[in-house]
């Protein structure tokens, strides 16, 4: 069994091989630091044995076991999407939402990189839902575009026609 430190370092290599680059720096023996503007930030972290994802966000920081050193990084990165949206999808009704917008950002980037059309359609409907709050209709308009597409790509009929009433009512969504 590899130590946590040999951990990381093969969840380094392991993307490098079978992912497009992703958002990511390396910044110690034993975590993973996600591209996040400050005072946000989502890192994944080897310790004693588990991958733990650390956020800090609107509600401040959290930590989270994802699993076993030794799962399948895919099934790693698919823990991390789940923990990352659920944050994001909590903290979608705060006053201060930028902390949520921010997971939100991450979670998109990082599928987007992984090609996974579910994870990035959840991501842009989480970014559309801001843009609706925030009362940019472009944005939205795009977002919710975005994410009717992928997931009929993914072959989510439900869900891209839920995406697609969304769209339909985006103006009165908006004057709310």
Known sequence: MMND???????VRWA?????????QRVDEQSIEFDVAAPFSVRLVAVSGTWQLV??????????SLGALDMP?????????DRLYGT???????????GGQALAQVLRTSSDEQR???????AATLLAGHAIKDGY???ARMRLEEAASLFAAAGDIDAESR???????LPELLRA
């Open 73 to 81: 990084f895919d099934d790693v990165l698919e823990s991390l999407r």
């Open 137 to 139: 209709g472009l944005q």
């Open 116 to 122: 996974d059309r579910i994870w990035c359609a959840r």
């Open 55 to 64: 956020t800090v966000s609107g509600q401040g920081a959290r930590t989270t």
């Open 163 to 169: 995406m697609l009433q969304t769209l339909a009512s």
């Open 5 to 11: 430190a040999q951990s990381v370092a093969e969840l």
């Open 88 to 98: 994001a999808t909590d903290e979608f009704d705060d006053t201060d939402r930028s």
């Open 16 to 24: 490098a091989e079978n992912a497009a680059h992703l958002a990511w």
